[in-house]
């Protein structure tokens, strides 16, 4: 099939295209037009024109068109998932999930609405100010340029777009290349909803070309992005003075504590490990055990990473799907190599057909290996001890990510420990830091990301305050 790109809420086909191949068996999903320099120019001069209506529609106008787009992505949710497992190879459960947690960002913005955007100040309790009262109140920033990673292709765009129509901001959303469909399905869904036409422009296109245009361009004054660090680098170097929000990757650890329930640690660490075949921002790299438990779960991940099925994404028995690309797969094997060139030792896995790799287990990793500095997103946990709390919490911190950790014990003085020093944006108790719900502040620091995601918060980057303040001569 021949898909458009979104064009000032119009559905345009240029003479490029992208062709959209399936991770699992290489076959063809689809075709999508790339935008070219002319439509990018289009798009930027539609999202500066509308910006005078979409800053004009009332609360109550963006509460129905958000939840019109609920309403809408409700009825379309299997087209929606099918298109999700064919372009990302993530196995049709997952998919199905995923527009679950969609449908959850398009509820927490829409009640974004009822809420006080703004709260009265105290002037009279300054001493230079005793005869003003007033307030402030959030206004939209503007265009928001929204880009988007290949391994949540709906609901990481959700989390942008759903907050930049609750603030009252045009859009420009460019996908991933690789799930551009999904993108553009999106794209409809929002016209379909009502939002003002020109407001809406999805622009599929390799990201270093037409990224690199939109990012620098002074119509845009919101970069929100999601996806690696490197390229989250580059683009703050060419954002200029505009809102930036970066969600980018990590190395998550946890802490397995000898106190814990390991049976329930083990089940939700191998969830944590392999889910999406681990090409997840929060996905288990690194578990550090402490000795009384460490063969133990071992071999409990071992096993259970054995019985996992993988195969073809859309049958519903599959429980993990291909790697993105076969090269992502070879990317991986040669981090696995160098680990056990290292004296690492593979207790399951480590071998891969195409991009189908099987879930690998390795143990007694150095802590200098690639494997464990940098991101591995790989169906790869590794699994080293640690003699106490603080060793463990010592190696989770030698990482130059920070986005989430877990811990797993049942004292609540460890627990406290952990929380207070990890350096991350999130600690998990008793669960993996895989854990997101999309109501909560999400983001990390270090080279992990700026700024918090989650509706609440995200609408922060997209809206500037004003202040009023009214001078009253009763007052003096
Ligand atoms: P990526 O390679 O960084 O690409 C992300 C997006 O940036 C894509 O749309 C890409 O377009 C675009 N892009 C590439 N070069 C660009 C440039 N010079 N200027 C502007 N845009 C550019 O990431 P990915 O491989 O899609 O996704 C995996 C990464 O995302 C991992 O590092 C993962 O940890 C991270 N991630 C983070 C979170 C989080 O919330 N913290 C969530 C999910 C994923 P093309 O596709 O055309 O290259």
Not at 145 to 152: G, H, R
Not at 184 to 192: E, H, Q
Request: glycine fraction near 8%; include cysteine; hydrophobic fraction near 40%.
């Amino acid at each position: 099939m021949d898909y458009p790109l979104i064009l000032g809420g119009l559905e345009v086909r240029t003479l490029e295209k992208l062709e959209i191949l399936s991770p699992y068996d290489n076959s063809l999903i689809g075709k999508v037009s790339i935008a070219t320099d002319e439509i990018i120019d289009h798009a930027l001069e539609n999202v500066r024109i509308s910006f005078d209506d979409t800053r004009d529609l009332s609360a109550i106008h963006r509460e129905h068109i958000l939840n019109k787009a609920k309403d809408l992505l409700h009825e379309r949710s299997e087209e929606f998932s099918r298109t999700i497992t064919q372009e990302m190879g993530k196995t049709i459960q997952e998919s199905r999930g995923e527009v679950s947690r969609a449908l959850e960002t398009l509820k927490l913005s829409a009640a974004l609405l009822r809420e006080p955007l703004g709260e009265v100040i105290p002037f009279d309790s300054a001493p230079n100010a005793t005869d003003k009262w007033g307030f402030y109140k959030r206004f939209p920033s503007g265009p928001v340029l929204a880009i988007t990673p290949f391994n949540f292709p709906l609901n990481l765009a959700m989390h942008k777009i759903g907050p930049a129509i609750a603030a009252g901001n045009p859009i420009i959303l460019k996908p991933a290349s690789k799930t551009s469909i999904t993108g553009i399905l999106l794209g409809k869904l929002l016209i379909d909803a009502g939002y003002p036409r020109k407001a809406i422009n999805v622009l599929p296109g390799p990201g270093g070309i037409i990224g690199d245009r939109l990012v620098s361009d002074d119509r845009i004054k919101v970069v929100t992005f999601t996806g690696s660090a490197e390229v989250g680098k580059a683009i703050v170097k060419k954002a200029g003075l505009k809102h930036i929000a970066m969600e980018l990757g990590s190395n998550s650890a946890v802490i397995v504590m000898s106190d814990s329930d390991i049976l329930h640690a083990a089940n939700r660490i191998i969830k944590g490990a392999m889910a999406l075949a681990g090409q997840v921002c929060i996905s288990v790299q690194r578990v550090y055990a402490e000795l009384p438990i460490y063969e133990k779960l071992v071999e409990l991940l071992t096993l259970a990473a054995k019985n996992i099925k993988l195969g073809d994404p859309l049958n519903e028995q599959t429980e993990m799907g291909p790697m993105i690309s076969e090269a992502d797969a070879k990317r991986t094997d040669g981090l696995i190599q160098e680990a056990v060139s290292l004296g690492a030792e593979i207790t399951t896995g480590g071998k891969h057909n195409g991009t189908l790799f099987q879930p690998t287990v390795l143990i007694n990793v150095p802590q200098h290996a690639k494997i464990i500095q940098t991101e591995a997103f790989a169906p790869i946990v590794v699994i080293n001890k640690i003699s106490d709390l603080n060793e463990g919490i010592a190696l989770v911190n030698d990482s130059k990510f920070g986005l989430q950790a877990g811990i797993f014990t049942r004292d609540i003085n460890s627990a406290h420990t952990a929380f207070k020093k990890i350096d991350v944006g999130g600690v998990i108790i008793n669960d993996v830091p895989t854990f997101r719900a999309d109501i909560m502040p999400y983001g990390g620091i270090k080279d992990s990301g700026l700024g918090r995601e989650g509706p609440r918060y995200a609408i922060e980057h997209m809206t500037y305050i004003k202040v009023c303040a009214i001078h009253n001569s009763d007052y003096e």
